[in-house]
């Protein structure tokens, strides 16, 4: 079945560590996204990418880095530098054309100790 | 920008009872799209409909019910004859063109707790 895979779905970082947040797609969708969660917050967008090789910021995109080398892949990278990266992380995808077809994860949970 | 408001932080019934979420949404575009995700306690988002601007039908499917009203800006979800397994956050959430590429602004959800 084509989905996307989050993993891992709980992770556990000690304060200062840069960590890389996995998010692989089968459903050969062109654009792909990064949200961040937080009680009461909704989602924010951090990054998004449309195609291989290009990537935008998104509206909380400081202290995280993305790559998107590969269609399938768009990992995210939380830094040293992110204030306070204890959240849930969704990665999503959507189709090339149009707003139709977005597809969610099932999220990594983060925790900064 | 583009704006979401679900003022309903949190909402409580009890079982069978008829429960509606609010959202109000802003936009400058004259073509956009609403949706409405549900995010049950394992955290992945579900998806349950999508509406663009101009189709001010409503829409029914089985409990669910979804009321699109333009002049206010309104994109209301009820559910009707609630059951505990409805329990989760609900989001209301509007596309915006980015380019060529479209974003999801996201309220900040609603969690709905029914209780047996």
């Known amino acids: 079945d084509g989905g996307i895979t989050q993993s891992p779905k709980y992770l556990f970082r000690k304060e200062g560590q840069n960590v890389t947040l996995s998010c692989e797609q089968n459903?050969?969708?062109?654009?792909m996204y990064w949200y961040r969660q937080d009680p009461g917050q909704g989602l924010r967008l951090i990054y998004y990418?449309?195609?291989?090789?290009?990537?935008q910021k998104g509206d909380i995109a400081e202290g995280y880095s993305v790559s998107r080398e590969k269609k399938e892949s768009f990992p995210l990278t939380v830094t040293s530098a992110q204030k306070n990266p204890t959240a849930f992380y969704l990665c999503?995808?959507?189709?090339?054309?149009?707003?139709?077809?977005?597809?969610f994860g099932s999220g990594t949970r983060l925790t900064v100790v | 920008a583009q704006k979401v408001t679900q003022a309903q932080t949190e909402i409580s019934v009890v079982e069978k009872e008829d429960v509606t979420l609010d959202c109000v949404y802003e936009?400058?575009?004259?073509?956009?799209?609403l949706f409405w995700y549900k995010q049950p306690p394992s955290g992945e988002l579900v998806f349950l409909i999508r509406?663009?601007?101009?189709?001010?039908q409503n829409e029914i499917s089985g409990r669910y019910s979804w009321n699109f009203q333009k002049s206010t800006s309104s994109f209301n979800f009820t559910i009707t004859a609630s059951q505990v397994v409805d329990s989760a956050v609900y989001f209301c959430?509007?596309?915006?063109?980015?380019?060529?590429?479209?974003?999801?602004?996201f309220g900040k959800g609603t969690l709905l707790t029914v209780n047996p």
């Open positions: 936009t400058r575009d004259t073509t956009y799209y």
């Open positions: 959430a509007l596309s915006e063109v980015l380019g060529s590429n479209y974003k999801l602004t």
């Open positions: 459903l050969n969708h062109d654009a």
């Open positions: 509406r663009n601007s101009f189709d001010e």
């Open positions: 990418s449309q195609i291989v090789n290009d990537f």
């Open positions: 999503a995808s959507r189709a090339g054309t149009g707003v139709f077809g977005y597809t």
